[in-house]
Every structure is written in structure tokens, then in C-alpha cells.
């Protein structure tokens, strides 16, 4: 059974940073891509960030610079080093795994509950 638990989430103010964790288990994790997408009341989810099997990552334009992800392939685990917060960056972060990666920034398998992140200014 795939499981994704998202941990980190809280409330930071602007400027500042915090690091989210996704838990992977129930699949070949070092094989899948994993993203990062989030969700703000009353708005449509965004993509975020994602990375492949190699390792490559890509970011939507509004966090390039500011967020970083990356993998450990040994623990099973995703990160989403977030810095420079704003209060725009104010929503829920999902994980997300597209285990064949075949699906680009939208074609995920499975999600996680999601970690709440809140930015004031």
C-alpha cells in the first residue's frame, strides 16, 4: 500500500523559513518522481516543484531562487527546503509521487494528507 505522510508545516513570518518532509513507503521510491504541490483557500492547486529519479529538479517560476527540492533515496524521504517565505506562499503542501514517471508536472499516482504552511507578514 502507498503511503505519503507530509511533516514541517507551520507558521513562519515572512522572510523566514521552513523545511517539509514527505515519508514514502509501499513503492519502489528511488524509481518514482515526486512533487510538491499546494493549495490555497479558494485557489487552485499549484504545481510547485519536482524532481526525478535522477535526481533533476524543476520549479514553477514563483519559488525559483527560494525553495529547493531534493530526495533521499536511502530513507525514503522528499524535502522542500523553502526560504525567503511570503505570505502569498500561505497553503496547504501535498506530496505527491508519479511512480513510472510518465505523467510531467500533473500525472501523480498518489498524494499525501498534506502539511499546512503559513506565512504572516
Known amino acids: 500500500q502507498v503511503r505519503l505522510v507530509e511533516f514541517g508545516g507551520g507558521s513562519v513570518q515572512a522572510g523566514g523559513s521552513l523545511r517539509l518532509s514527505c515519508a514514502a513507503s509501499?513503492?519502489?521510491?528511488?524509481?518514482?518522481?515526486m512533487g510538491w504541490i499546494r493549495q490555497a483557500p479558494g485557489k487552485e492547486r499549484e504545481w510547485v516543484a519536482m524532481?526525478?529519479?535522477?535526481?533533476?529538479?524543476q520549479y514553477a517560476d514563483f519559488v525559483k531562487g527560494r525553495f529547493t527540492i531534493s530526495r533521499d533515496n536511502a530513507k525514503d524521504t522528499l524535502y522542500l527546503q523553502m526560504d525567503i517565505l511570503k505570505p502569498d506562499d500561505t497553503a496547504m503542501y501535498y506530496c505527491?509521487?508519479?511512480?513510472?514517471?510518465?505523467?510531467?508536472?500533473?500525472?501523480?499516482?498518489?498524494w499525501g494528507q498534506g502539511t499546512q504552511v503559513t506565512v504572516s507578514s
Open positions: 505527491a509521487a508519479d511512480l513510472l514517471c510518465d505523467g510531467g508536472t500533473w500525472g501523480w499516482d498518489y
Open positions: 509501499g513503492y519502489t521510491y528511488s524509481s518514482a518522481c
Open positions: 524532481i526525478d529519479s535522477d535526481g533533476y529538479a
